[in-house]
């Protein structure tokens, strides 16, 4: 039997999804996507044809005949490529009216290890928090048989929340983080791992040196590229854990290691005022807590920052001269009481900004629940200001959880909405189906193509904010990456 060390032994029990060859798929139905901030499309009576490499090959829209010979032939019409009738897949979700395709969630904040506590918080803040919970749990990672089981749940249970692109943190273990990568691979989930590096100020079972950080980095970098070499799925993640757990010398390779492979970066800022003044009092060579990652080359484009929730203007102002990300978590800061980041002034001045669920700061796998959160902590935040125009719609929301978390992650040219030359990453939801928690009324459904344009679009606006705060994963009966489905409910 091979040794415990052996995370391709650990990878190999778990089935993968259905990896055989793609064929070519014309999809028929409603599709609701947010391409800008703020504003929701919505295209009925629409095909959209899959490539065998899960691209978007073309959308049409306004399709009335939808029998199958009328989609096949329309299919061929539009392909790039020539294509047989008896290659073409078929899918047609037009035949109830509250059943539409939305693009995958992306969650680009999400602690891996820590999901067994997912709901166990009590009443602690961040720092108190991350010794009493989060370090025990992330330390016993050495064992790979625990590490195949945890895992195993994250990534099924995230993709069955429709979650289509995740950014990971895993823990200082070189192969249990290789083992989440392996996972998230098979099971078919676009991720971004991240081996977190923490070599000052953790206790004395989780913590690593220097030497043993690096190295431990450069082999995570190694094993990834080596089991996807084209990136297309699993990318790894410079993760300094915050600069309160690793010295200046580990950031300052980090950020030298990142200009020169322009790797993805990821990691926590200004989450918690307390955590402010320890980092800052620990680092008094540096203007404040962003100078530290600014002066040490880590922010960038692919820079992915959680929180960023007490920031200063001068600080806003790097992290958009840089191009860096925010990761907003509204669940976590609402658990462990961190405070209200204000959004609007971030989108205000133009800084990509995405939702994370921070798993276990905050409780939720789900990012169609974080983003009903990020709209609620918007309007705590107007409750206190009286300025209506940080309020974030319906709208605002589901956009940060796709177009805005394409942009973090540095993915939009792939992810995020339904374009041809686009992934089809996508969910397919019913808000009728059996054990649906939504309840719609005949009076209610749009009724496409039957009652006047402008009247259906508003019933279905209505929908999707009925989606948005009383849905959850039972209205997911199919997920897609890739092209591929991953999650199918329906089976
Ligand atoms: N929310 C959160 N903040 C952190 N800051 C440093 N580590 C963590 C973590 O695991 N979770
Ligand atoms: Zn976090």
Redesign the pocket.
């Known amino acids: 039997m091979p040794t415990k060390t052996n995370a391709a032994y650990f990878a190999d029990k778990i089935s993968p999804v259905c990896h055989s060859a793609l064929q070519y798929t014309a999809y028929y139905g409603t599709f609701a996507h947010t391409p800008s901030l703020g504003s929701m499309e919505v295209l009925p009576h629409t095909v959209v044809g899959v490539d065998q490499d899960g691209n978007i090959d073309f959308m049409v829209s306004g399709v009335k005949d939808a029998s199958p010979e009328a989609l096949v032939e329309l299919t061929q019409q539009h392909a790039l490529s020539a294509l047989a009738s008896k290659d073409i897949v078929l899918v047609d979700a037009s035949k109830d009216n509250n059943q539409f395709f939305f693009p995958g969630f992306i969650d680009t904040h999400i ?1 891996a290890p ?1 999901f067994p506590n997912n709901g166990i918080f009590g009443n602690t803040t ?1 720092l108190e928090w ?1 010794e009493i919970y ?1 370090f025990p749990l992330e330390s016993s990672f050495t064992d790979l048989e625990l590490a195949t089981e945890i895992y195993t749940k994250v990534i099924s249970r995230t993709l069955g929340y429709g979650t289509t692109t995740a950014s990971y943190y895993a823990t200082i273990h070189t192969d249990a983080t290789n083992l989440l990568a392996d996972l998230a691979l098979k099971l078919g989930q676009r991720s971004f791992v991240g081996k977190v590096c923490m070599d000052q100020n953790s206790p004395a079972h989780y913590i690593e040196t220097e030497e043993e950080s690096k190295a431990s980095t450069l082999e995570v970098i190694d094993h990834i590229r080596s089991r996807n070499p084209s990136g297309d799925l699993i990318n790894a993640v410079l993760t300094p ?2 600069a309160g757990s690793c010295t200046d010398s580990l950031l300052s390779w980090l950020g030298n290691l990142r200009k020169k492979g322009n790797y993805h970066c990821q990691t ?1 800022l200004s ?1 918690n005022h307390k955590e402010i003044e320890w980092i800052t009092n620990m680092f008094p060579q540096y203007d404040h807590y962003t100078d530290i990652y600014y002066q040490n080359n880590l922010l960038s484009s692919k820079t992915v920052l ?1 929180h960023c929730i007490h920031l200063s203007d001068e600080e806003m102002h790097i992290l958009r001269n840089t191009g860096s990300g925010i990761s907003h978590c509204p669940t ?1 800061n609402s658990s462990i009481t961190s405070g209200e980041a204000r959004i609007r002034w971030l989108l205000n001045n133009h800084i990509n900004v995405s939702l994370g669920t ?1 798993c276990s ?1 905050g409780f939720t796998p789900s990012i169609l629940e974080v983003a009903r959160h990020a709209l609620l902590v918007s309007r705590h935040l107007v409750m206190k200001s009286k300025e209506d125009a940080e309020k974030l719609s319906s709208s605002d929301v589901l956009y940060l959880a796709t177009v805005g978390g394409a942009k973090v992650l540095d993915i939009d040219d792939k992810v995020g909405c339904f374009r041809k030359g686009l992934k089809f990453d996508a969910q397919l939801i019913s808000l009728d189906c059996k054990d649906s928690n939504v309840d719609t009324f005949a009076f209610q459904n749009p009724q496409w193509g039957v009652l006047p344009a402008e009247a259906s679009h508003k019933r279905f606006a209505d929908l999707i904010d009925k989606w948005l705060f009383t849905g959850d994963n039972r209205n997911i009966q199919k997920v897609f990456v890739n092209g591929r489905t991953v999650v199918d409910r329906t089976a």
């Open positions: 602690h820590q961040l991350l989060t854990r915050f926590h989450e959680a976590s921070d700061g």
